[in-house]
């Protein structure tokens, strides 16, 4: 069975459980960490409760998936992922506000990673998201942005997908905006932009903080027109490429 780390605390405070999360990532051990309240939109609680870096801290953690689901879909996905792994840990990361089940997510593609949630036959710029903010990409396509938009739920399940298959996601000539409510080190390997938080949170009301920190359907559609001028014209190579990583992994 797979052990789990039973918790309703915010995400910020996997800080205080960092030591038995890598313990189990290093002992190559099937536990699941449950975390809620993933981003600044715990709103009043202010920035001691906003995970900022965690994502980053989880997502360069070895051995150890960092599951952001969007919806439904993709919450089953992140159990059945837990379940599946035998000698890897996850940390899901949850949100605490209500989110809508979107129109195209899977549970069976999450289990790649990351997949297109909508699609346009041109596509002028590539939208891609996780967990709450997912739902800022698809709403910015709905506007009428000529986008593709894709989840990317767990980078680390993405990145042992074959280069065919990730570069169908994130083709040569299309620019890519990454938008999710943390840190925005570790995006420039899939996206040309992103729309993050590169400093600490605030307190406010979950509409008033996103509209300051630019997390509404009306910014999103305003920085990817943005990109899709500045790219306009020009040879845009896709920033998944075939890498040589030379460090040791050795088989326990």
């Not at 789990?4 to 995400?11: E, G, I, Y």
């Not at 975390?35 to 900022?52: A, K, M, N, R, Y």
């Not at 297109?116 to 036959?121: K, L, M, R, T």
């Amino acid at each position: 069975m797979v052990e789990s780390f039973p918790t309703v605390l915010p995400l910020n405070f996997i800080g205080y459980a960092y030591g038995a999360v890598i313990l189990s990532a290093l002992s190559r051990v099937r536990v699941l960490y449950i975390f809620t309240h993933d981003s600044i939109f715990l709103g009043e609680d202010g920035p001691t409760h906003q995970p900022i870096e965690k994502y980053t801290l989880c997502r360069a953690t070895p051995n150890l998936h960092f599951f952001r689901p969007a919806d439904g879909n993709e919450v089953t996905a992140a159990y059945i992922s837990s379940i599946n792994h035998f000698h890897t840990p996850t940390v899901m990361s949850l949100s605490r506000q209500a989110l809508p089940n979107l129109e195209g997510t899977s549970v069976e593609k999450s289990f790649l990673g990351g997949y297109i949630v909508g699609d346009v036959p041109n596509p002028s710029i590539i939208l891609v998201g996780t967990g709450s903010e997912l739902h800022l990409c698809t709403g910015a396509k709905d506007k009428g942005l000529n986008a593709r938009v894709v989840s990317l739920p767990c980078w680390e399940l993405f990145d042992e997908q074959s280069l065919e298959y990730r570069k169908s996601i994130f083709p040569d000539g299309i620019p890519v905006l990454s938008v999710e409510a943390g840190a925005t080190t570790g995006w420039s390997k899939y996206a040309h932009a992103s729309i993050g938080i590169d400093s600490f949170g605030a307190s406010g009301t979950i509409s008033g903080l996103a509209k300051e920190y630019g997390f509404t359907v009306e910014n999103v559609c305003e920085k990817a027109n943005l990109i899709i001028d500045h790219f306009k014209g020009k040879n845009v190579q896709s920033r998944v490429i075939e890498t040589f990583t030379f460090s040791h992994h050795p088989k326990l």
